[in-house]
């Protein structure tokens, strides 16, 4: 079937042959393409690979402290293209840290967040703050000695707050000290509450760009 | 302004940057896998590698330890009032233009860069600072 008979075909019942013209038809500023309007599209395919390697990763990945490290050891050493996929998804993360902030920096030096762009830098800023939640707690679940150490501070440095630090973290990660509870608690955290969260700031913050347009002093 | 057709200029443009990124993704990953060290031991804390992009807030964390008070409190809290002031940057900033160059915003590009100088120093530090001096910091 030709592409046009199968839009014919889709037209015939949802009608979507005028949307369809409609948003190939749109134009773009030619500014738009320029070398430094690149980074948030590539922050965002790196999370389309974090998001499909990392569902391979779960496959085989076990969120508990006496399972956890020998599980990654399996993907990387056993798993038939498992240190591949796994080396992907720490490719992409750090790939997707690098991108987040050097657009965070463009828009920050061409003042693109003023009016009327105010809500989607906040936007963007929550999306900087999920994507470093992302990074920390992924790098916990290695369970290794470098990770359990940085993961320690990160967890017990808030802990030690007067009034309701322990409390706070006891509620959040299990334990005021990090055991296989916290792991199961940041495990939960990365595959799935920041998921879901980034998928909607991320649908939101693309809206708004697609509504407002890029900002612009030329 | 100049205008392009999203379809097919901006699509084909976008496919091939992707492409690139892709590639470039396999690549590191092929050539540089991911790091695997030996297996923490619960409750024991012998090494502490913070990610690149966290290690200005350890730096940070380390260099008050050992240069200004034992108390955490404001170390804490400090980091987390630059971030409400970088939330809330457009409306500080409530110049008349939608966007203006960096050279015609001279006061806040200034303080950019001397935001991401120290944010640099403070990772340096934390990669220079032996390990004892975070393990002071865990309870």
């Given at each position: ?218 | ?55 200005p807030l350890f730096g940070f964390l380390a260099f008050w ?10 170390a804490?809290?400090l980091p ?39 944010l640099?120093?403070l990772?340096?530090y934390a ?13």
């Amino acid at each position: 079937m030709s592409l046009t008979k199968l839009i014919d075909w889709l037209d015939e019942r949802f009608e979507i042959r005028r949307d369809l013209e409609r948003a190939l038809r749109r134009t773009v500023p030619k500014q738009a393409s320029g070398a430094v309007y690149c980074l948030g599209g590539i922050a965002f395919l790196a999370f389309l690979v974090e998001v499909v390697t990392g569902i391979a990763l779960a496959r085989y990945y076990q969120p508990n402290a006496a399972l956890a490290y020998e599980s990654v050891r399996v993907i990387t050493y056993e798993v038939p293209l498992g240190s591949l996929v796994r080396s992907l998804h720490y490719w992409a993360g750090n790939v997707m840290v690098a991108a987040v902030l050097l657009h965070m920096l463009r828009v920050y030096f061409m003042g693109a967040y003023r009016k009327p762009r105010e809500l989607n830098w906040v936007v963007g800023v929550a999306l900087l703050l999920l994507t470093f939640t992302f990074g920390f707690s992924g790098y916990a679940l290695r369970w290794d000695v470098a990770s359990y150490g940085a993961t320690s501070i990160m967890v017990l440095a808030p802990a030690s707050l007067p009034f309701a630090g322990a409390w706070v973290m006891k509620v959040f990660l299990g334990d005021v000290a990090i055991t296989g509870e916290t792991l199961t608690r940041l495990y939960f955290l990365h595959v799935f509450l920041l998921p879901m969260a980034a998928f909607v700031l991320m649908l939101i913050h693309f809206l708004i760009v697609r509504r407002q347009g890029i900002a612009s002093y030329m | 302004m100049k205008e392009i057709p999203f379809f097919p200029y901006q699509v084909v443009r976008e496919l091939a940057l992707a492409s690139f990124v892709l590639g470039v993704l396999l690549i590191l990953a092929a050539l540089f896998p991911a790091p695997l060290g030996e297996e923490a031991v619960p409750g024991e804390v012998t090494a502490i590698e913070p990610q690149w992009y966290l290690s200005p807030l350890f730096g940070f964390l380390a260099f008050w330890w050992a240069n200004v008070s034992e108390n955490l409190s404001i170390a804490i809290a400090l980091p987390v009032v630059v971030l409400v002031i970088i939330l809330l940057l457009p409306f500080i900033d409530t110049g008349e233009e939608e966007a203006a160059p960096p050279m015609k915003r001279r006061a806040w590009s200034f303080a950019g860069v001397v935001f991401i100088l120290v944010l640099l120093y403070l990772a340096y530090y934390a990669y220079t600072a032996n390990f004892a001096s975070y393990a002071e910091l865990l309870p």
